[in-house]
């Protein structure tokens, strides 16, 4: 069975200080994995994505790593604002025929504080 | 920039109705997907669409049902609400991934706070 697991599943930092959120999984055939940033009450919008043959990408702030030996993926939060209070979601993609299967972990909340 | 919008951001129903939630998306995406988010599941897949009229259920399609008449629209049905069907809905979109690359982004909705009582 496909698996995401995250940890933690909380994190309470403070304002300008650096984070990294983890994230395992056991998902097959691997097609790529994803971080998304979903604030209270909304939709959650798209980090990152990496295919297997990346191992790091960033956005900003965000820098989101994947181990595809180890099946392991980490996104570390540079300098957090106010604003990277949120729940972060990995998600890893399968390979199917003509469509993809998503798995999605059940996120970190993290919380900044001034 | 895309954008997926959803009829309601909250709903709250009695037990027995019928519910719809819309779904509308202006990228001219071919697939659209309806998920259920609850505290300490993640998202699940309820149902998705990949064309006009046609649907796939996903992993938990029981109790609800879909249609898709319209490219840019699809709704999701609960034929009759269920205190168990309290949830945040939460509806996707994103292109077809049989062309020349293995994926293509999700796309959300704001998502749809639904209670029923």
């Known amino acids: 069975k496909n698996q995401v697991e995250q940890s933690p599943q909380s994190l309470i930092i403070l304002e300008g200080k650096n984070c990294t959120l983890q994230?395992?999984?056991?998902?097959?055939?691997?097609?790529?994995l994803r971080w998304y940033k979903q604030d209270t009450g909304r939709g959650p919008v798209s980090l990152t994505i990496?295919?297997?043959?990346?191992n790091t990408k960033s956005n900003g702030r965000y820098t989101a790593t994947l181990d595809a030996d180890t099946k392991q993926s980490s996104l570390h939060i540079t300098a957090s604002q106010l604003s990277d209070s949120a729940s972060y979601i990995c998600v890893v993609s399968a390979l199917g025929f003509g469509n993809e299967k998503l798995t999605f972990g059940t996120g970190t909340r993290l919380t900044i504080i001034p | 920039d895309v954008k997926v919008t959803q009829s309601s951001r909250y709903l709250v129903k009695r037990t027995g109705e019928k519910v719809f939630l819309e779904c509308v998306q202006d990228m001219d995406h071919e697939n659209m997907f309806w998920y259920r988010q609850d505290p300490g599941l993640g998202l699940r897949l309820i149902y998705f669409s990949y064309d006009v009229k046609m649907k796939e259920k996903g992993d938990i399609p029981e109790g609800y049902s879909v249609s898709r008449e319209k490219k840019e629209r699809f709704s999701l049905i609960l034929e009759s609400a269920s205190t168990n069907q309290t949830s945040m809905y939460l509806c996707a979109s994103n292109l077809a991934n049989f062309r020349d690359r293995y994926y293509y982004e999700q796309y959300f909705g704001p998502g749809t706070r639904l209670t029923v009582t």
């Open positions: 994230c395992n999984y056991t998902v097959s055939p691997f097609s790529n």
């Open positions: 990496m295919t297997f043959s990346e």
